[in-house]
């Protein structure tokens, strides 16, 4: 008797980012899954990158377990956006970017950031739709955090350093950090940038518009 | 014809967080589960709180997905401690916990701290038999992690606020904190602290002594 052996189908969650990523090409939204630990700065590097990004119409998810601080935050700047609360699920999956990209005029924005939930472990095993995945790893985390959350700095393909401001007043060795970050993920660029000074946000956001350019090639 | 109804069904997370609590009760080991987001500062603290506890043995249980970074840090100090690696796992679970007594000599210490998987999340829905629930949050992660991770503040019994030595140098309002986790969570004390300066840490140690003499009665 033939035993009949299931390769490659699709986790529920992959089908719908597939579609996710169908939408968002066919709108020719180039979109980014910003993760990071919680308070390691991804609003605030979200706002600097959109600023970064001059003339591209940048459209924000904001994900959380509970509040709209973030979404707040970001409408302030006349950004459109649109929160997401898990209501105690620890990261985001396609369904929910599904039901946000249903609430968006994708027609009027070039890229989507999306911010996941506060979470250096679960969100990297969920595929959203997206083009680029991030991770921000910030200077009061320490510097043994890629060894520490292997899954996370694996899945990525840039890692923002932020919060370089801080490198005086805390134990922090960059060479360190670099040499565990790269020991496991080769590909990803790391950039080392500041929300509260600037410093760094050009180099990143000139990688990023290159991805850009590229993906729309 | 009658309707069973079941109540109380005990998870079997929970039936083995219970056995691993009567097992420290017979060997009169006061256990504390310490939660926080990843670079919080938890093995830091539970190093100066170890200093602090004088003549008060004590053991650790040192979670993360991956490595032995902390565990090698706490054995430098001289400090009876077991590594558990979950391989992936975002948090630990009562049978992790239970393997890991197994493995230590519980009536050769008073005071088991068990440092959790970095997450803000997931840690707070898994009992492990502990007899406190702590968390440490850091003056960098920001004012509003109340607001954004209302589970894990609603299941503390204390809340450390780490390296208040930072405060200078980043936007952090402590009556803003202070409100909003004694909004989410009235009982919890907190103790702010700097492990680097080792501000603050006596208050807590001596709440912590307390409690601990109190179960001991």
């Excluded at 169908?22 to 991804?42: Q, W």
């Excluded at 620890?90 to 994708?106: E, I, T, W, Y």
């Amino acid at each position: 008797m033939e035993i009949k052996v299931l390769k490659n189908i699709m986790s529920v969650n992959d089908q719908v980012a597939a579609k996710n990523r169908e939408v968002l090409r066919k709108n020719h939204v180039f979109t980014i899954n910003i993760m990071a630990s919680p308070g390691a700065g991804k609003t605030s590097t979200v706002l600097q990158t959109i600023k970064a990004l001059q003339g591209i119409k940048v459209g924000v998810i904001e994900g959380d377990i509970s509040s709209t601080i973030d979404a707040e935050t970001v409408a302030k700047e006349g950004v459109p956006v649109v929160q997401i609360n898990t209501g105690g699920e620890c990261h985001l999956d396609a369904n929910m970017v599904q039901n946000a990209l249903n609430n968006m005029s994708l027609d009027e924005i070039n890229v989507l950031m999306i911010e996941n939930v506060g979470n250096l472990v679960c969100p990297a095993d969920f595929k959203l739709g997206e083009n680029l995945k991030v991770l921000i790893a910030s200077v009061p985390e320490g510097d043994d955090k890629p060894y520490k959350y292997p899954g996370m700095f694996t899945a990525v393909d840039a890692i923002i350093l932020n919060k370089i401001d801080l490198l005086p007043y805390v134990k922090f060795d960059m060479a360190s950090f670099t040499k565990a970050a790269k020991g496991i993920n080769g590909k990803a660029e790391i950039f080392p940038i500041s929300c509260t000074t600037g410093e760094g946000v050009t180099a990143w956001a000139k990688w990023l518009k290159k991805n850009i350019k590229n993906t729309a090639k």
